[in-house]
């Protein structure tokens, strides 16, 4: 129906994080700091009253170099991951917009749900609702729900779907090895192959085209078993 891909994840927020932190208190932290802020007090709305939680950081001095620790605050964060919310609230809006009639009642009825580990944010779920307008929630497992959902949707296919996969796969491989015998065929009946070169391309050939046309064959196998027997006696 609609997709649309922003490259605004978990890696971006602390990525928004370090910037901000080294900006606001020349201190240069790592990583593994900007995602244990964003897990314990990042928020995507600053907080109601005053400026929330607070946490304990380290990190180098960008001014003398030397290691130093600071308080930040839940505000603090907030606006640091201001921007990349901001996108996704934007990718969400496109989506609503360009979202047929048909499955719009949907969505009213059903609502929003944020799946991944960027759906952990705090408070993403109601800057969500509070923006759109519409009902937002959580999913159950937002870090596996979608591989567990593929999965799912895999054990449901019809015998028929699945027949038709295996069909397709089968002629595709069919295509690929007769396309293969029929160059090596050129080559054989090209005039300037010298004699004392003809049973290198021969023992070529058996290597090669033989393990292509015997996979092919083996759905046929019932009926005929003349793929490599073809090739040798060429």
């Known amino acids: 129906v609609y997709s649309r891909s922003v490259r605004v994840g978990g890696d971006k927020m602390d990525e928004a994080i370090i910037s901000y932190i080294r900006r606001s208190a020349n201190l240069l932290i ?7 802020i964003k897990k314990e007090i990042g928020s995507a709305m ?32 907030a606006d640091a991951l201001s921007e990349p919310v901001e996108q996704i609230v934007e990718a969400v809006k496109q989506a ?24 952990l ?15 937002v929630s959580l999913a159950d497992d937002p870090l596996s729900c ?18 038709q996969d295996e069909g397709i796969r089968f002629s595709r491989t069919l295509t690929a090895a007769l396309f293969v015998a029929a160059i090596l065929l050129i080559i054989f009946d090209r005039p300037d192959v010298r004699p004392e070169g003809l049973s290198q391309i021969r023992a070529a050939v058996v290597d090669v085209a033989a393990p292509a046309l015997d996979l092919a064959a083996r759905p046929l196998r019932g ?3 003349i793929g490599p027997y073809w090739v040798r006696q060429r």
């Not at 790592?30 to 244990?36: D, Q």
């Not at 047929?100 to 929003?112: F, R, S, T, Y």
């Not at 799912?152 to 027949?163: E, N």
């Open 30 to 36: 790592g990583e593994t700091s900007a995602e244990r």
């Open 46 to 77: 600053p907080p109601m009253k005053g400026e929330g939680l607070t946490l304990e950081i380290k990190g180098r001095d960008l001014m003398n170099g030397v290691p130093r620790e600071i308080s930040v605050t839940e505000a603090m964060i």
């Open 96 to 119: 609503l917009e360009a979202t047929p009639p048909e499955l719009a009642a949907d969505i009213v009825d059903k609502g929003i749900v944020l799946t991944g580990g960027g759906a």
């Open 121 to 135: 944010l705090r408070n993403l779920d109601a800057e969500l609702r509070e923006r759109t307008g519409l009902p």
């Open 146 to 163: 979608v591989v567990f959902g593929c999965g799912k949707a895999i054990m449901l296919r019809s015998p028929a779907r699945r027949d």
């Open 223 to 225: 009926l005929t078993n």
